[in-house]
Nanobody, 119 residues
Framework: QVRLVESGGGLVQPGGSLRLSCAAS????????MGWYRQAPGKQRELVAG???????NYADFVKGRFTISRDNAKNTVYLQMNSLKPEDTAVYYC?????????????WGQGTQVTVSS
């Protein structure tokens, strides 16, 4: 069983920065893809950024140039550095771990961390 624990959310002013962390238990972190998703009130959950087991990254257009995803396999942790935050970035941010092992797909989610961008 894999457990994901997010941290680092909070209240920040527009233009500010936050760094989210997601720590994973278990032994499959290094072979898994990781992603950050977000869900604002009344909206669907959407992909923010992803990183493969080989550290290739992809970003949603609305965060390109502002957010950076990274991973530390030694710490079983994925990060999301968020700069130049805007009020529309306000959402609950979720960590996702996914992959395929012995032909079986797996997909785990964290409990979410609230990010609020407001003056």
């Amino acid at each position: 069983q894999v457990r994901l624990v997010e941290s680092g959310g909070g209240l920040v002013q527009p233009g500010g920065s936050l760094r989210l962390s997601c720590a994973a238990s278990g032994s499959i972190f290094s072979i898994s893809a990781m992603g950050w998703y977000r869900q604002a009130p009344g909206k669907q959950r959407e992909l923010v950024a992803g990183i493969t087991s080989g550290s290739s990254t992809n970003y949603a257009d609305f965060v390109k140039g502002r957010f950076t995803i990274s991973r530390d396999n030694a710490k079983n942790t994925v990060y999301l550095q968020m700069n130049s935050l805007k009020p529309e970035d306000t959402a609950v941010y979720y960590c996702n771990l996914n992959g395929r092992l012995v032909g079986m797909r797996y997909d785990y989610w964290g409990q979410g961390t609230q990010v609020t961008v407001s003056s």
